[in-house]
């Protein structure tokens, strides 16, 4: 198991109990051909702790040779008082997490893996925490609202490199693997200004890096190759984040038990579209914030000879697209400029 950087938290804990598989994605609970990897004792993993490809192993079991397209991952209960599925808010205290149906059935993934005979087989569950805790701020509640995707190692590879290492302590900056302004896996730089984007599935992405009171720097057309790594910057020329003035983008989505996501998009002339921000909106509310940089983000393209050169995209400071994502729901868009002020966008489903 592995994690993306979480939004608002210090810790995002989930006890995980057993691990299910079986190679029909429509199998139900107490159906035949289920492969069960039974902790011997129930692992309180803190997901914030799983950054730059750090993994939590969570065990192996035997399983036929064949084509597997389910896994559930059943979560423990609290047993003494101690909470096994937990919150900790930057600047708060530990809170219950509540966790529907994920201590009986377990939460469903959909994914695909092989596993060949007499072969060892690796598959990382990525949660993204940040998508998947939901606030409810009338009761000050938390609950799971569960995104992970499921990687098989066989197929994947990691995207390395370094970022000025003076942002990190203030700037809790995000560096994130995307594809079509869609995140596919983030993660955080070590106080040496590290990171590693891993395991990604081998394709091409754009690797987009946030950061608090900083312009946003893209790369487009990052390779990954299977079991390779590539490097887009060194610790010798990390890649510098220029400063930047923020403005305010807030509103609400209603009806706020949607729970649905907001985000925040920019979308370059002769370039992709990157996500800058996202998160929940509140369940019991449906407000959001963001705090947007309003200078000018840069964009290069991938080279192999570093470093890579980033030039500023003049054309598209201040301008993004706000889109608000529910289940069962159309996706609705505002399109705002905040160069020179804040913005409130509400929607309406």
């Not at 092989?114 to 993204?128: E, G, R």
Request: contains cysteine.
């Amino acid at each position: 198991m592995t994690d993306a950087p979480s939004c608002g938290y210090d810790q995002v804990n989930v006890t995980v109990s057993k691990v299910r598989v079986h190679q029909s994605a429509n199998a139900a609970e107490n159906d035949p051909g289920w492969s069960d990897i039974a902790l011997a004792q129930p692992l309180k993993i803190n997901l914030l702790d799983l950054t730059n490809g750090v993994l939590a192993t969570l065990g192996q079991t035997s399983l036929p040779a064949g084509h597997y397209t389910q896994l559930r991952l059943v979560l423990a209960d609290t047993q003494n008082g101690a909470l096994a599925n937990s919150v900790v808010p930057t600047g708060g205290s530990e809170t219950a997490l509540t966790t529907p149906s994920a201590m009986q059935s377990g939460i469903k993934l959909n994914g695909q893996f092989d596993v060949a005979a007499n072969a060892l087989t690796d598959v990382v569950l990525d949660f993204d925490a940040c998508k998947s805790v939901v606030k409810r701020s009338n009761n000050g509640s938390y609950s799971l609202k569960p995104v992970i995707s499921v990687i098989p190692m066989a197929v994947s590879g990691a995207i390395n490199g370094y970022l000025d290492p003076s942002v990190v302590p203030v700037g809790k900056p995000v560096v994130s693997a995307q594809v079509g302004g869609v995140v596919v896996k983030s993660t955080v730089p070590d106080s040496t200004g590290r990171f590693s984007l891993s395991p990604l599935v081998a394709g091409n992405y754009t690797v987009v890096l946030t950061a608090d009171a900083s312009a946003t720097d893209v790369i487009d057309g990052v390779p990954v190759e299977v079991g390779k790594n590539t490097d887009i910057s060194t610790s010798a020329a990390p890649i510098t984040m220029p400063a930047s003035a923020t403005n305010v983008v807030s509103g609400t989505v209603s009806p706020a038990s949607i729970e649905a996501t907001v985000s925040a998009s920019q979308t370059f002339a002769a370039g992709p579209k990157v996500t800058v921000a996202y998160m929940n909106a509140d369940a019991s509310s449906g407000a959001y914030s963001f705090a947007l940089p309003t200078a000018a983000p840069s964009l290069g393209q991938y080279s192999a000879s570093l470093p890579i050169s980033l030039s500023q995209q003049a054309d598209v400071a201040g301008k993004y697209t706000v889109e608000a994502d529910a289940a069962g729901y159309p996706a609705q868009l505002s399109l705002i400029d905040i160069l020179n002020a804040g913005a409130a966008v509400n929607f309406s489903f």
